[in-house]
């Protein structure tokens, strides 16, 4: 089988492989040291395996990280889908299956998949938003939302006995709905739903060109789902206290405006290893225990 | 440490029942596609009439009809066909219509036709029924909601199918009702 014939307008695959390469180009110089230049590889492989239905077909198993299911190549199902049809199907099974899921990657990596694996994680990486927040109390109370989010989704699919959420879902648009149109756009007419869901892209868009890493620090259920996990979980940031001389770099640089070195088992840690990276005296560490 | 352990063994023996019992039904949920849930609807093909083979856009050879359905195309005149799923939210919508009209009556599980004789209405969840297999037959896209209207005259089935939660249009642009498609089924 012959994966590439060069001609991307007859190509499905194609709208995947144009942003590989632009993200490997770009982000290959950003990706200063060899553990940053490693998460690049494991970004850029986690993509591709989100695609991979021309493959292996689609699968049964769930992903850890937001890529929408109804994808043109999506391989593995996304968490929030799960969830949606569990509550409108009254499935226990799908719900014991995506908690044992959830649970049991988190308790070993925390949230690691957002910083290593997420596609949606890796394109924040490239649109680069400030660090540096003004209204620090508003940012920190703004966290909450990502939790209301998650538990709204169960009541309102309840209620209305649709998949609420992913009908206005701006992920499902970016990575599902656009690509459908970008492949045979003549063949398609919008739903009533498509308004709302453009809309959000253009917000999820400005969101996380202004702030670094905006969507996962703000709005991003599955990071909800992960995130309480931070705290038990195997994989963790350790600083060392004697080497550390609180010049205040790891807190400068840290995507998800984590309070380092003292809250270094933050709900918010990705383990993208950045401030390992910047420490001047290597006193922090990403180990398990 | 001790409660991390605890918690790991909780959530490997939740993994590994609920990926036992949930692994095959995930399966059909990915391979499921819900126009509603992608915001987009195909474009309604254009309704001149019945078709008796695939017609040139689908693509494909020679229909071949499931048997259950050949089975009740001996009992009644005309059949409806109606893939629809639970959560999709454009599958409710063309459901809410055809209500409105007065075609059907009741939820989608256990619809039923109203105003005419001899048509059977068959809703089929395209996740939970047995007969889904018969959604890839009939539609061009393989997606819910997808309406489709058969009848047999002499021996051969005729058939009109379309996609998503626009009616289909004739070909001067005007759109034409469910209602309207049955009537002409019923004529033959």
């Known amino acids: 089988m012959v994966l590439c014939n060069f001609n991307c307008s007859a190509c499905p695959f194609a709208y995947l492989c144009i942003p590989l390469a632009i993200g490997a180009f770009i982000a290959w110089r950003r990706y200063a040291s060899s553990m940053q230049k490693k998460r690049l590889i494991s970004q850029l492989s986690f993509l591709f395996l989100s695609n991979t239905a021309f493959i292996v077909g689609s699968t049964g198993f769930i992903y850890s990280y937001f890529y929408c299911w109804e994808a043109p190549l999506a391989a593995m199902a996304c968490p929030i889908g799960v969830l949606e049809h569990a509550i409108v199907e009254r499935s226990m099974i799908l719900l014991v299956y995506l908690i044992g899921f959830i649970a049991f990657f988190s308790m070993i990596f925390g949230r690691a998949a957002c910083g290593w694996a997420c596609p949606i994680g890796f394109l924040q990486d490239l649109s680069r938003g400030k660090k540096e927040v003004r209204h620090v109390e508003a940012d920190k109370k703004m966290r909450w939302l990502k939790y209301v989010i998650l538990l709204l989704i169960p009541p309102a699919c309840y209620v209305t006995g649709t998949l609420a959420y992913t009908d206005i879902c701006p992920i499902g648009g970016l990575t599902a709905t656009l690509p459908t149109l970008a492949i045979d756009p003549s063949s398609y007419t919008f739903s009533e739903f498509f308004a709302p869901k453009m809309i959000f892209l253009v917000g999820f868009f400005i969101l996380i060109f202004m702030l670094s890493r905006g969507w996962c620090r703000h709005l991003c259920p599955i990071g909800a789902m992960m995130a309480p996990f931070n705290k038990i979980s195997l994989l963790q940031l350790r600083v060392d206290d004697n080497a550390c001389i609180h010049c205040g770099k790891c807190k400068e640089v840290c995507p998800m405006g984590i309070d380092m070195p003292e809250d270094r088992k933050s709900n918010e840690c990705i383990r993208c290893g950045i401030c390992i990276s910047n420490c001047p005296v290597n006193a922090i560490s990403l180990t398990f225990t | ?188």
């Open chain 2, 1 to 188: 440490m001790k409660l991390a352990v605890i918690g790991m063994g909780i959530a490997a023996i939740l993994l590994l029942s609920g990926g036992y019992l949930a692994y095959d039904k995930t399966h059909i949920l990915n391979e499921n596609r819900c126009w509603g849930c992608l915001a987009l609807n195909p474009t309604g093909k254009i309704y001149n009439g019945f078709w008796i083979d695939y017609p040139k856009e689908y693509g494909k050879g020679k229909i071949k009809h499931p048997d259950w359905l050949k089975n009740a195309l001996n009992n009644t005149h005309v059949v409806m066909l109606f893939f629809w799923y639970k959560g999709c939210s454009a599958c409710k919508l063309l459901w809410e219509e055809m209500k409105e009209e007065g075609i059907v009556e009741g939820d989608e599980a256990n619809g039923k036709i109203v105003g005419f004789e001899n048509v059977t209405l068959i809703t089929i969840d395209t996740v939970n029924d047995e007969r889904k297999g018969a959604l890839s037959i009939y539609s061009q896209k393989g997606g819910s909601p997808t309406t489709v209207i058969l009848f047999k005259e002499d021996d051969t089935i005729y058939w009109y199918a379309f996609e998503g939660s626009n009616l289909p249009k004739d070909e001067n642009g005007k759109i034409v009702t469910v209602k309207e498609i049955i009537e002409d089924a019923i004529r033959g």
